[in-house]
């Protein structure tokens, strides 16, 4: 066969390979967002849900993965930033942080519901925090430690040497060298993990399913303690388990979750552009 | 800080799940076809779950695994820089919409699609799952390989160029034949993704414990049962230490998975 109609051909299939990845993420965007808007109104996001879930709004679910969110990154940004500060900064390239790098790794490819069980396990029953935001959050954080080392690492990599070298010569400690020469130039990157890590932990269900998340609850959660309904798993519910609710409900609800999920990595994404184009060195 | 919580989510797996091997032996556990966790006596055999998993992932990993890298290539070699960060802002799209969103549309749409064309009494099967989890291996796998196949020098194109070859025999004998160790990880990734995957596999597969005669039928995953039954146990009973097992045969197969994405991740950095 003749190489120039080989090529044409194969190029051909791989084009519309990639096509079939990329047009059914807009299809299912598109599906949603013409389908939930109808369901969207001030009503529909800042009120209780009304007659069993077929009526009124999605406030405490909106809510409770905002309480859960912000519980995750509280327990994760602080823990993650350290370890990465301690394997790029401190730690020498032996045995520990070969090892140390493996279970990061492994952390990553944990399934989510795994995680969920150790949350239970640990959170829920052995330190008896019961299903209450606490216990969730603390699952998610977990979950998202892994996101927020890996990136903060790459972002302390990332600043040159030179930074280093200059700061220590001229008598700084290594922490002043750390606080005041790295950190401040690898703060942007650190952030867009951290965002990305805030977006992964919102649209997790499984993690929440047994250490926090409420079928319905009438009331809004009054302490970290309580239980809290959340979107993800409100969806599913009412998906699945809740027969009867109109469409345009589940839709909605699919888009106010998608919308948060994806207004936090377009974030992220920004950022990482405004700092790339930043950069100096 | 990262061992210590690797370390202790094993522990707490195995202290709450080892117990169930006390009445019903590993090989049992494994191999028996029965899983009626509620019946009187219970049986707690989980091998029509491993083999919904394997199903839907093997049919997942058919569909995602050729495509993947055939899009892995197109925008790495073939797409002009425009199109590449258009594609690449695509996939990493598809990465973010969360489980339960892409269940909830594989439920709606795919569902009722594959029921009307196969002329089925449900549309939520182990085909069904596939589908939908491939869609959710393919920005690990494109991602990765993609990343595998940036990486490989220059040099390696300009020479096979300058020896004649199409841009397209370039492409496929020399670049991607550089960049197998970096795909062999990137399907592993993938592969680990979709067998650990919970929420879209729960709501599209049907959910049916038992051991499926086709692809047509509905399943249920490793993953899903504890996601669908852990709600209904007692604490501390069998059923509840049941399901920690699952948690422990899982936690063990993606640990390899992700064993040997990790070696082949280092070769491919040489």
Redesign the interface.
Known sequence: MN??L??KI??S???L??L???V???I??V??FVKGASALSLNFLFEMPTSGMTAGGIFPAILGTLYLVLGAILFAVP?GVL?AIYLVEYSRDNALSR??K?????????????????G???FV??LGFGASILSGSLTLG?MI??VI?TSSREALESVPQSFRIVSLSLGASKWQTIRHSVLPHALPGILTGTILGL?RA?????PI??TVAAFYLPKLPQSVFDQTMAL??H??VI??QVPGIPENV?YGT?LV??ML??IL?LAA?ILRYQFRKRKKW | MSIVIVALIFAFLLKEGLSIFWRVPISDFLFARNWYPISDPPQFGILPLIIGSILVTAGAGIISIPIGIASALFIAEIAPRKTKEVLKAGIELLAAIPSVVIGFIGMVTLGPFIKEIFNLSTGLTALSGSITLAFMAMPTIVSIAEDAITAVPRQYREAAIAMGATKWQTTWRIVAYAARPGMVAAVMLGIGRVIGETMAVMMVTGNAALIPHSILQPVRTLTATIAAEMGETVQGGEHYAALFAIGIVLFIITFLINGIADIYLHKAKK
Not at chain 1, 102 to 117: E, F
Request: some cysteine; overall charge negative.
């Open positions: 190489v120039q080989e090529q194969a190029f299939i791989l084009f390979c990639t079939l990845v990329v059914p993420v807009l299912i965007l599906i949603i823990l370890s090892i140390v493996l279970a990061i790794v492994n952390l990553a490819g944990v399934p989510s519901v795994v995680y969920g069980l150790f239970l396990g640990i029953l052995f977990i430690l892994p080392i977006g919102a649209g997790e269900t499984a399913l047994f993800p798993y969806l599913y998906s699945t589940r699919a979750l998608l999920v994806l990595n994404i």
